[in-house]
């Protein structure tokens, strides 16, 4: 995935496959994997040194991670840890916007010259980006596998590209699968895993994005899989974080697990909690069909009560005796929480409790804000009896009206909320449930209110109310929600929702210069666990939301 510069050529280079090998039987390719397969198991299992070479396009790059948890170094960190007297090197050769036909010419000198003992190729989602057809990615992605057997001898597992195509069964993805299947090589199908995993409602690249952390892992697990299953290693451990949302004062986050054996018998497991540095290890006993429940303290090291979200990755690695164990990865996300103000006698209270979006609220164009007159926003959320009424006030003091096709490039007010239920809160894919609006201030004093949701809405959700008038210095959105949509997602009264609110500045009547978010990040639009919480009843003292996704 990725992008080049315009105009930029692509030059096709068409490679025939060696004569010995494209003649050769299925069986035969088979069997050297398998020998090569066996090669690295024993390797990995005497402490031997092993050079993972990952050779890739953008997702192999890292791009919209963190450049750490990159699936290719989650299946490194999974080895070193289950295999801890083995010298595991990982080289990654990512190479943003390149197709498999760019990824010829540089097979020699980023795969060849790294001498790998597990090569790791994901190539094609830029074959289709960048318009080749698919005839010319069947012949340049077959002689990609051709060179990785005929000119190393590493086990090659092909990771099938994510492809952005609403249909699973596209023609990219069973190309892929078919030459992959011709030259007997295992193959982690990333696009499928990605799809049966924990998808996003709008499709695996939603507004064209490229995957973070979180599909990251849900790749990495494949990877590691179809490494597996190639090698015949048996998966002996298995481990899973406790995922949830709840409100905390205190400054630590007692992260809990399960851990369970996969093999027939009783065995001791070693465990490892790693986050921002610090490592907790331990051992746990495991008995069949008896999943060990274990639970360490997390010190969360930053000021408490920040109005910003932040979060970093959790990360539980699990081993038995032998064989693969567990891992999995998770984002402690600790955001402001907010209480509504009460209606009494269902009006609505004179004297709101007011929010401020600032000069720290800034995720675009803070070096061209010129102070609280150019842009500034407060908004108050009030708990009527049948709704909830958000209040956004807008100082704005050049007003260029947006339009439907993109609110987010003009002046504009962005309200995030998450209704799902308690265990769906914070996870961080869109589902029904959690809604994007985007309110347009109106073009005069009489104007029409503009607003939409960036997907669709639910039935239920369809009596939503959204106002928006101009004022002497900006504009205010006025948005009432129906709480019977929202408790009905709730099962009963709502202990807590995910909200946010920002505002977009286009001075001058062009685009977007300028954008505020109260508490998450200018990518709620794409990954729903930062945003803040908002409960019904009064917070404790220095409470704040904590969300383990």
């Known amino acids: 995935m990725g992008s080049k510069a315009v105009g930029q050529a692509v030059l096709l280079l068409a490679v025939a496959l060696p004569l010995c090998w494209g003649q050769e039987e299925p069986a035969g390719a088979f069997l050297e994997t398998q020998v090569r397969a066996q090669r690295l198991r024993q390797a990995l299992e005497s402490g031997a040194t092993v050079r993972i070479v990952a050779f890739g396009d953008s997702v192999t790059a890292g791009w919209a991670t963190d450049g750490r948890n990159v699936y290719h170094r989650m299946v490194a960190d999974a080895l070193r840890y289950w295999y801890p007297q083995s010298d595991i090197a990982l080289i990654t050769h990512g190479y943003p916007g390149e197709t498999t036909a760019d990824a010829l010419r540089r097979f020699g000198g980023a795969v060849v010259g790294e001498g790998p003992n597990l090569l790791l190729i994901q190539f094609g989602g830029n074959d289709m980006g960048w318009g080749r057809g698919v005839r ?312 029409q209110t503009l607003w939409r949701s960036m997907d669709p809405l639910p039935d239920d959700l369809q009596g939503l109310s959204i106002e928006c008038a101009r004022t002497a210095t900006g504009y205010t959105a006025r948005l009432a929600l129906p709480l019977a949509a929202v408790e009905a997602r709730r099962v009963g009264q709502w202990p807590g929702l995910g909200f946010d609110v920002g505002v977009n500045d286009a001075d001058f009547g062009g685009t977007r210069t300028g954008q505020m978010m109260w508490a998450g990040t200018g990518e709620n639009y794409l990954n729903p666990a930062y945003l803040a919480g908002l409960y019904a009843d009064p917070l404790p003292t220095g409470a704040v939301r904590q969300t383990l996704r």
Request: glycine share 8%; with cysteine; net charge negative.
């Open 136 to 447: 010319a990615f069947r012949r340049d992605f077959a002689s990609l596998l051709a060179r990785a057997v005929s000119d190393t001898s590493a086990l090659t597992v092909a990771c099938l590209p994510p492809i952005m195509d609403a249909d699973p069964a596209n023609v990219w993805s069973e190309t892929a699968r078919e030459v992959t299947a011709q030259y007997g090589l295992p193959a982690a199908d990333l696009d499928r895993a990605i799809r049966e995993g924990d998808p996003d409602m709008r499709g695996p690249f939603p507004y064209t994005s490229h995957p973070g952390g979180f599909t990251h892992l849900v790749m990495a697990r494949e990877v590691l899989r179809a490494l597996r299953e190639a090698m015949g290693v048996p998966a002996t451990v298995s481990c899973r974080l406790a995922t949830g949302s709840r409100l905390h004062a205190q400054p630590t986050f007692e992260v809990e697990a399960e851990i369970s054996t996969l093999a027939g018998a009783a065995t001791d497991c070693e465990f490892r909690f790693e986050y921002e540095g610090a490592v907790i290890e331990g051992t746990t006993p495991l008995v069949p069909d008896q999943p060990a429940r274990i639970s360490r303290p997390l010190r969360v090291a930053r000021e408490r009560g920040a109005q910003h979200a932040w979060g970093f990755p959790v990360r539980l690695f699990a081993r038995g005796e032998a064989g693969f164990g567990g891992v999995d990865v998770c984002w402690l996300v600790t955001a402001p929480a907010v209480a509504a103000d009460l209606a009494a006698d269902g009006a609505e209270p004179a004297d709101l409790t007011w929010h401020e979006l600032t000069a720290d609220s800034f995720t675009l164009g803070r070096h061209t804000w010129w102070g609280p007159g150019d842009l500034s926003a407060r908004f108050a959320v009030v708990a009527l009896a049948d709704r909830l009424r958000f209040i956004v006030e807008v100082t704005d003091d050049d007003l260029s009206v947006a339009t439907l096709v993109d609110p987010s490039l003009g002046d504009s007010v962005e309200l995030y909320l998450d209704l799902r239920p308690e265990a769906d809160q914070g996870r961080p894919v869109y589902s029904e449930g959690v809604l994007a609006l985007q309110v347009i201030p109106p073009a005069g004093a009489d104007g």
